[in-house]
């Protein structure tokens, strides 16, 4: 083989490629199995018949615009709980508070990862999962975002 035809080789298989997977990609496709098992698909089943679900495409809000939103009413209502007051000393406690409770937050997250990996049952497992859940949760309102 020439070496000047590789690189056409190279492109008309990803041409076909391409166009092979447009041609299998026709909708999501729904049926029940002779089992009584619901199946969904890109594609239709061999045998049997399927019906083809439409699907709306999704609304995409940027989450920036949401986070300045919220900092905008966060400056708002702080604004307006001063009163015209010099609220400096009081704004140091909260944010040392604040500081210790997020310390505390990733202390027992990392607490909860390490008995998660020194191994456990069932029943503990999920109810770590579910506490390391509620961490990264208020961490995140609380610490990152906020």
């Known amino acids: 083989m020439k070496p000047g035809w590789l690189p056409i080789l190279c492109i008309a298989v990803s041409l076909l490629s391409v166009y092979s997977h447009e041609a299998r990609s026709d ?12 199946h969904f ?3 239709a089943p061999t045998h049997g018949q399927s019906r083809r679900l ?11 615009e949401n986070l300045d939103a919220a ?3 966060d400056e708002t209502v702080a604004a ?11 704004g140091r406690e909260d944010a040392d508070r604040q500081r210790r409770q997020c310390e505390q937050y990733r202390q027992e997250l990392e607490n909860i990862q390490s008995r998660l990996r ?3 049952g069932n029943a ?3 109810r770590l999962r579910a506490r390391r859940r509620a961490l ?3 961490l995140g309102r609380e610490c990152i975002l906020g």
Do not use: C, F
């Open 118 to 120: 020194a191994g456990y």
């Open 136 to 138: 990264s949760g208020r």
């Open 80 to 90: 307006s709980n001063s009163g015209g007051r010099d609220n400096s000393d009081k």
């Open 124 to 126: 503990e497992g999920n």
């Open 27 to 38: 909708g999501i496709h729904t049926w029940t199995d002779e089992h009584g098992v619901t």
């Open 41 to 43: 698909s890109d594609r």
């Open 71 to 73: 900092s905008a009413i």
């Open 54 to 64: 439409e699907v709306d495409q999704p609304v995409l809000v940027p989450m920036n």
